[in-house]
């Protein structure tokens, strides 16, 4: 989950300043307050994610957090959808390994949990903090849901539109129930991917390319 400076593209209100209205600098900055707090959460998770442990780790003053994020939650939710973008960017692409819907599927969705398996710790905090009802929050959790809805539509974009859009819909919600069972401690992360296949499997199980 590399940092960059994608995140939360719709205009949020942040305090003093907006995404669209940072310079070079402020954006620099406040990308490595993101990479900051990622490199606490892969270290120790939710809990060793602390605004002054971040400041630190950033080098900037504590205040200047929160001139870009109102919360550590928000901060955490903002470094989610970065990495939804990378993962959008870096791909599955036309590419995606599978002869049927189903396995071309299967394929993205494991692409898509591979880096959560890798560092647990890190996607969990980025998880737990997605779930929180702050405004800015809110807001990154619609950029999540509408990145990985595109990233799922890519392989099977040769089906009929009312079949692959009410497939990804489905699928969506699946990864977010999955999720929220493992923050809660009745999911493993190895269930992420396999309920995700589970389900795809099913929903495409008739399906053939039109």
């Not at 120790?44 to 971040?54: K, S």
């Not at 957090?65 to 994020?69: A, K, L, M, N, P």
């Not at 401690?185 to 995700?196: M, Q, R, T």
């Given at each position: 989950m590399p940092g960059r400076a994608a995140c939360?593209?719709?205009l949020v209100d942040v305090g003093p300043v907006t995404i669209r209205s940072l310079t070079r600098s402020q954006a620099e900055r406040r990308q490595r307050v993101i990479d900051a707090a990622m490199t606490l959460a892969a270290d120790?998770?939710?809990?060793?994610?602390?605004?002054?442990?971040?400041a630190?780790?950033?080098?900037v003053a504590l205040g200047t957090?929160?001139?870009?994020?109102t919360s550590k939650d928000h901060l955490l939710a903002a470094a989610m959808v970065e990495w939804s973008v990378d993962l959008e960017e870096r791909g599955p692409d036309d590419s995606t390994n599978g002869s049927t819907p189903?396995?071309?599927?299967?394929?993205?969705?494991?692409?898509?949990?591979?880096?959560?398996?890798r560092r647990p710790r890190l996607a969990e905090a980025l998880i737990t903090a997605?779930?929180?009802?702050?405004?800015?929050?809110?807001?990154?959790?619609?950029?999540?849901?509408?990145?990985i809805t595109r990233v799922l539509a890519i392989p099977i974009a040769d089906l009929p539109a009312e079949l692959s859009d009410g497939v990804v819909r489905v699928l969506v919600h699946v990864w977010h129930s999955v999720n929220l069972g493992?923050?809660?401690?009745?999911?493993?992360?190895?269930?992420?991917?396999?309920?995700?296949e589970e389900a795809a499997r099913l929903l495409l199980r008739d399906a053939s390319a039109s």
């Open positions: 939360c593209a719709a120790g998770g939710y809990e060793a994610v602390q605004m002054r442990d971040v630190s780790t950033a080098g957090i929160y001139r870009y994020f189903a396995d071309r599927m299967v394929d993205v969705l494991r692409h898509v949990t591979s880096g959560m398996e997605m779930t929180a009802k702050d405004a800015a929050v809110v807001e990154c959790q619609r950029e999540v849901t509408d990145t493992w923050v809660n401690g009745w999911k493993s992360v190895g269930d992420i991917g396999d309920e995700l």
